[in-house]
């Protein structure tokens, strides 16, 4: 099995971000099986059997054989130290190309950069093909920090071609807090509405007076016994005394 070290230990000391350099033996056989393709792409795999699709950008020029120079990130991405086995496998089959793709930065700062969407079409060109998990890529020339990307969502395989149109949907960085939910209004209160007095309470012999009842004084009668002609009536008519006189 070919022994991975960083493109640092290659004669060159630098290499591409985005691809690898490999044998000329291993290089020229992966070219013959396949038809008019201009790129070449590999399957690298580590000893816990993740593996990672990328390019090869060329043979290098070193006189060693089963020896592969990577860029520093894929060592990260596949947990591998400088000198361990790996399996390398060409990709044969034609890759489907890619239509549409989701990603999420890792930290916000990958996304201020004025041309991030220019840097990022080149990077995905660059790269040529990618696939579902961690992306990782140079979005500005000018600086040579990587920036990496969760791969959320990959149309219409987990693994496709990235060199030619492809839709590309951001969404918020993981370092970002979520935008907070509007807080809607407090509902009106509605006022209470007037209780009624309670009707005062009377014993059933009782009969209040009201207002439009005028105040009379009560102004004691004394009664008149009525007088009728032929009727008696004790003690009517006029008296005479003992003397025979009329009483006054």
Known sequence: MPIVYSHTFSSEGTGPWWGIRCSTKFYQETVRQLDNSTRCFVYVTNIQGETLAIAIEGPYTDDINDVVFVPSWVLERLTLSEGEE????????????????????????????????EGLTEALNQLGVIQKGILSAIVDPSLPDMHQ?????????????????????????????????????????????????PEPEFPASFIPVTALMPL????????????????????????RRLDGKASE
């Open 216 to 239: 009379v004084p009560l102004i004691p009668v004394m009664p008149v016994m009525p007088v009728s002609k032929g009727v008696f009536v004790p003690f009517s008519g006029r008296g």
């Open 149 to 197: 990307f969760v791969v959320e969502s990959l149309v219409p395989n987990s693994v496709c071609l990235a060199d030619g149109e492809i839709r590309v949907e951001i969404e918020r960085a993981i370092d970002r807090p979520a935008s907070p939910e509007p807080v809607a209004a407090p509902e009106p209160v509605a006022a209470p509405e007037p209780v009624a007095a």
């Open 86 to 117: 790996i399996i390398m496998e060409p990709i044969i089959e034609p890759l489907p190309k890619g239509e549409s793709i989701t990603i999420r930065p890792l930290t916000g700062s990958t996304v201020e950069g004025p041309m991030f969407l």
